[in-house]
């Protein structure tokens, strides 16, 4: 309690308020692409968050987290393009997927740890990557699942257009913060940090260390699910990219980067690795090469993430 205390009246608070204050009055201000940019950090925020449920709080590095995040979007694009239902049932269906996916996964995953929990992530994800490219007549191949109904005609809103969307995926990013904080700050989330730290030791205490993982890989698919058919309704088209190791990489630099078991700092990192990607390359075709130095140079100045940065130099 005093660390926390310590870190709102330090330098966090006063950035914590200035950027809330350009989330909620920003966008009118910007250009469609800014909003745009701004959009894709708030969702793919609900994404890193949801992978930081695991790496941070329950100590479990998952490689295949982006699958679960695909299989939602799928579910999405299959439901309201093949077979034209509505948008409750679309959103319904796609989170359902992604969490029954997690659900079935974690029989897996979780009876290991460490570098074979990352491997055997790593391993599941690019098996569902393939399925995705190779059941075309489902997914499209390569060509992926275009012509997802936008959200507001779908779900039939009074509002449209790129600002009301934007408010829309910052209210779900509000809602699935709130209640990812809350998860961590009660008796089970206190207990997931507990076997981060000695899982030997909770096990000693009488806690179920396994069940308590496998419902930390199912909740975090369940959030994981959230961001998924938000991003299908926001870009309208769902292909296999989502679920290769490329994008569960850039999304475990999102948490590294911000600050693990911080909750706002894969936020941070979201908005970060969003920023340099679309703007760096829209400069160099060499905009990896850059993001690496990036992230190598923080990760020197701040171990912790960048959240964590007076605490990291400590």
């Given at each position: 309690m005093a660390e926390r205390s310590e870190a709102l009246q330090g330098w966090r608070l006063p950035v914590l308020v200035v950027l809330g204050v350009l989330l909620l009055a920003g966008p009118p201000l910007l250009t469609s692409y800014w909003v745009g940019l701004l959009t894709q950090a708030v969702i793919l925020a609900i994404l890193a968050m949801s992978l930081d449920l695991l790496l941070g709080y329950t100590g479990l590095p998952?490689?295949?987290h982006a699958a679960i995040f695909g299989v939602a979007a799928y579910g999405v694009a299959v439901l309201s393009t093949r077979y034209?239902?509505?948008?409750?049932?679309?959103?319904?269906?796609?989170i359902l997927a992604g969490t029954l996916l997690s659900a079935l996964l974690g029989l897996i995953v979780s009876h290991v740890r460490d570098v074979y929990f990352l491997m055997i992530t790593l391993a599941l994800g690019m098996v569902l990557w393939g399925l995705s490219y190779r059941w075309i007549p489902m997914t499209g191949g390569d060509n992926g699942l275009s012509g997802i109904p936008s959200l507001e005609a779908h779900a039939g809103l009074p509002f449209s257009g790129p600002i009301a969307f934007y408010y829309v995926?910052?209210?779900?990013?509000?809602?699935?913060?709130?209640?990812?904080?809350?998860?961590?700050?009660?008796?089970?989330?206190?207990?997931?940090?507990?076997?981060?730290?000695?899982?030997p030791r909770m096990r000693s205490l009488g806690y179920n260390t396994w069940l308590h993982c496998y419902l930390s890989y199912v909740l975090a698919g369940a959030f994981a699910s959230v961001s998924g058919v938000v991003w299908a309704y926001y870009n309208s088209f769902v292909s296999p990219t989502?679920?290769?190791?490329?994008?569960?990489?850039?999304?475990?630099?999102?948490v590294t980067l911000g600050g693990p078991a911080t909750l706002i700092g894969p936020v941070v990192g979201a908005g970060v690795i969003v920023l340099l990607k679309n703007v760096i390359s829209a400069y160099t075709a060499r905009w990896l090469l850059i993001l690496g130095?990036?992230?190598?140079?923080?990760?020197?100045?701040?171990?912790?993430g960048l959240w964590n940065l007076r605490r990291g130099r400590s």
């Amino acid at each position: 309690m005093a660390e926390r205390s310590e870190a709102l009246q330090g330098w966090r608070l006063p950035v914590l308020v200035v950027l809330g204050v350009l989330l909620l009055a920003g966008p009118p201000l910007l250009t469609s692409y800014w909003v745009g940019l701004l959009t894709q950090a708030v969702i793919l925020a609900i994404l890193a968050m949801s992978l930081d449920l695991l790496l941070g709080y329950t100590g479990l590095p998952s490689l295949g987290h982006a699958a679960i995040f695909g299989v939602a979007a799928y579910g999405v694009a299959v439901l309201s393009t093949r077979y034209q239902l509505g948008f409750w049932t679309c959103v319904a269906g796609g989170i359902l997927a992604g969490t029954l996916l997690s659900a079935l996964l974690g029989l897996i995953v979780s009876h290991v740890r460490d570098v074979y929990f990352l491997m055997i992530t790593l391993a599941l994800g690019m098996v569902l990557w393939g399925l995705s490219y190779r059941w075309i007549p489902m997914t499209g191949g390569d060509n992926g699942l275009s012509g997802i109904p936008s959200l507001e005609a779908h779900a039939g809103l009074p509002f449209s257009g790129p600002i009301a969307f934007y408010y829309v995926a910052l209210f779900v990013f509000a809602v699935s913060g709130a209640l990812m904080a809350v998860l961590v700050r009660s008796p089970f989330g206190l207990t997931l940090c507990g076997i981060r730290e000695s899982e030997p030791r909770m096990r000693s205490l009488g806690y179920n260390t396994w069940l308590h993982c496998y419902l930390s890989y199912v909740l975090a698919g369940a959030f994981a699910s959230v961001s998924g058919v938000v991003w299908a309704y926001y870009n309208s088209f769902v292909s296999p990219t989502y679920l290769d190791l490329t994008a569960s990489s850039e999304l475990f630099l999102m948490v590294t980067l911000g600050g693990p078991a911080t909750l706002i700092g894969p936020v941070v990192g979201a908005g970060v690795i969003v920023l340099l990607k679309n703007v760096i390359s829209a400069y160099t075709a060499r905009w990896l090469l850059i993001l690496g130095i990036v992230y190598i140079v923080a990760i020197l100045a701040a171990p912790k993430g960048l959240w964590n940065l007076r605490r990291g130099r400590s």
